[in-house]
């Protein structure tokens, strides 16, 4: 059975930092795109990041560059989010998702690809 379990959400002032983990189990990191999206309360869900499991190539949405950083660990089936400087539009549930074929991690962000399995989400509250 294929599942992605997200931990590390809470709260946190704004300018905090918190590390999400994503942990995947039925299948290897070997040729997946992972991602990370949210979804804030009465707003559609949006891409935050995304990762090449293959090569580690990575893209990130406009409203996190610079702030935020995705990196994964396979031999662990492992993929991380380091969220710095949040801020309070931060604040969603935030969900990791998978793709099978690691090329397409260009055009996860924006949604362009159907993604295979979701986790349930955890949730971060960013205070101002």
């Known amino acids: 059975e294929v599942q992605l379990v997200e931990s590390g959400g809470g709260l946190v002032q704004a300018g905090g930092s918190l590390r999400l983990s994503c942990a995947a189990s039925?299948?290897?990191?070997?040729?997946?795109?992972i991602g990370w999206f949210r979804q804030a309360p009465g707003k559609e869900r949006e891409g935050v990041s995304c990762i090449s499991s293959s090569n580690g190539n990575t893209d990130y949405a406009d409203s996190v560059k610079g702030r935020f950083t995705i990196s994964s660990d396979n031999a662990k089936n492992t993929v991380f989010l380091q969220m710095n400087n949040l801020k309070a539009e931060d604040t969603a549930v935030y969900y990791c998702?998978?793709?099978?074929?690691?090329?397409?991690?260009?055009?996860?962000?924006?949604?362009?690809?159907?993604?295979?399995?979701w986790g349930k989400g955890t949730l971060v509250t960013v205070s101002s």
């Open positions: 998702a998978a793709r099978s074929g690691s090329h397409y991690f260009i055009g996860c962000v924006r949604g362009h690809y159907a993604m295979d399995y």
């Open positions: 039925g299948f290897t990191f070997d040729d997946y795109a």
